[in-house]
């Protein structure tokens, strides 16, 4: 074979080897390489409901079995005025989990966060008592979890109720009703649809002080006969914190107490920051020094990205037999909140999937810990 022959040959053996692993790559599928692990998901947001993110729509249909409506089923954008519910949105996420087959998340019943200041004033437009409270909750959470009872499969039903030290942040909720709410948010929640499984969602829960309060909250809400099936670990990480055995022990103390547990919000941090929670009451000023990536993340930092998110996994995967599901929050990095909190405007890369759709070294390194055991 001459020079010029055997350069061709290289050649083309050469491209053939680049679609090849473009082509295994598209293949790779998450919810195929975990799918005796645990259930692996999504945040989908109203631009991908809608039909107007194809690109992201095509990658939960490959890549997930199970979503969470990101917004769509918050109190503010569902029930925006007294008497008002607006269900067009969160009608399109229920349809689009039925359509492709989907284990439903509905996020979130309470929070302190995105329910309108109505919620809380009397008809004099001062603070509501404690039995007009009630019942705006009871039948707040009749008519949403009422409305896709049998559809969505499982509640946040309460979100964020604690602070950092492990007491119960004094919400509006706390503050007018006292911190039975959170027992009579479950209690209606599981009257509207007894079938769905019900859960307590936060942050932070890997710091301990933290994490026993939420362990003495589900413990009280067990001791009084109260169905709660897990809890969720937001999951909104930084590159040096939880550390893995950080994880791996909270798992274990909240399976120790006899309940689900889940990976919910999962996303990681690449950009510098000052507060380590997900507080999203917190905001900071923007400073070049805070957007180190506005060009582009480069290949170093693209490569402890995989790394962390490696780390994370092992743990995730070795604790299979206790987390049932692990989502993430958002499809690619264009979407992710990150891009606008604490301070809008940067550029961030907290996923598996980068602003053009395609998967990340992070990919990898999360499908390879498949294979650890
Ligand atoms: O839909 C309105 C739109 O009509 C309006 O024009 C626009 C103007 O600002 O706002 C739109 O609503 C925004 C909504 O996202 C939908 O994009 C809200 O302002 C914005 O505050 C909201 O942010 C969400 C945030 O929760 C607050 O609800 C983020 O997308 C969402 O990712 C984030 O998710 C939370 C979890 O629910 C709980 N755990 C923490 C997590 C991250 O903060």
Redesign the pocket.
């Known amino acids: 074979m001459n020079k010029k022959k055997r350069i061709i040959v290289l050649f083309t053996a050469l491209i053939c080897f680049i679609a090849a692993e473009l082509y295994a790559q598209k293949d790779i599928s998450l919810k195929e390489v975990f799918k005796d692990y645990f259930l692996i998901g999504t945040?989908v947001?109203?631009f991908q409901l809608s039909g107007n993110d194809t690109l992201a729509v095509s990658i939960v249909k490959d890549q997930f079995n199970t979503v969470t409506a990101?917004?769509e089923l918050?109190w503010e954008?569902v029930h925006p005025r007294l008497n008002v519910y607006n269900f067009e949105p969160a009608d399109l996420f229920v349809e689009f989990g039925k359509k492709n087959n989907m284990f439903m998340v509905g996020?979130?019943l309470l929070?302190h966060?995105?329910t309108p200041a109505w919620v809380f004033k009397n008809d004099q437009g001062e603070s509501a008592d404690r039995e007009t409270l009630l019942k705006r909750m009871h039948e707040h959470i009749q008519k949403v979890a009422g409305r896709y009872k049998a559809q969505i499969n499982g509640w946040d039903v309460v979100?964020?109720a604690l602070d950092e030290d492990g007491t119960l942040r004094q919400s509006q909720w706390m503050k007018i009703i006292g911190e039975d709410y959170i027992a009579k948010a479950f209690q209606y929640a599981n009257e509207a649809d007894p079938e769905a499984e019900l859960y307590y969602n936060d942050?932070s829960l890997e710091n301990k002080p933290k994490r026993d309060g939420a362990v003495r909250l589900i413990k009280k809400l067990q001791s009084q006969g109260i169905k709660i099936d897990g809890v969720g670990l937001?999951g909104?990480y930084k590159m040096d914190w939880p550390s893995a055995a950080q994880l791996d022990s909270t798992i274990k103390e909240f399976a120790a107490i006899g309940i689900k547990v889940m990976i919910t919000?999962l996303d990681i941090d690449v950009l510098p920051y000052k507060d380590i929670s997900?507080e999203?009451t917190l905001t900071m000023d923007n400073q070049d020094k805070y957007d180190p990536y506005k060009n582009g993340l480069p290949d170093s930092a693209q490569k402890s990205l995989a790394e962390r998110y490696s780390d994370l996994f092992k743990v995730l995967v070795q604790n299979k037999n206790t987390v049932d599901r692990v989502t993430f929050?958002g499809v690619t990095d264009k979407e992710s909140?990150l891009n606008y909190?604490p301070i809008p405007g940067r550029k961030n890369y907290p996923l598996l999937f980068d602003r053009e759709g395609k998967p990340k070294q992070a990919f990898d390194a999360v499908v390879k810990t498949s294979k650890i055991n």
């Open positions: 945040a947001n109203h990101e917004n918050k954008p996020h979130t929070w966060n995105q979100n964020e942050f937001q909104h919000e997900a999203i929050w909140w909190w």
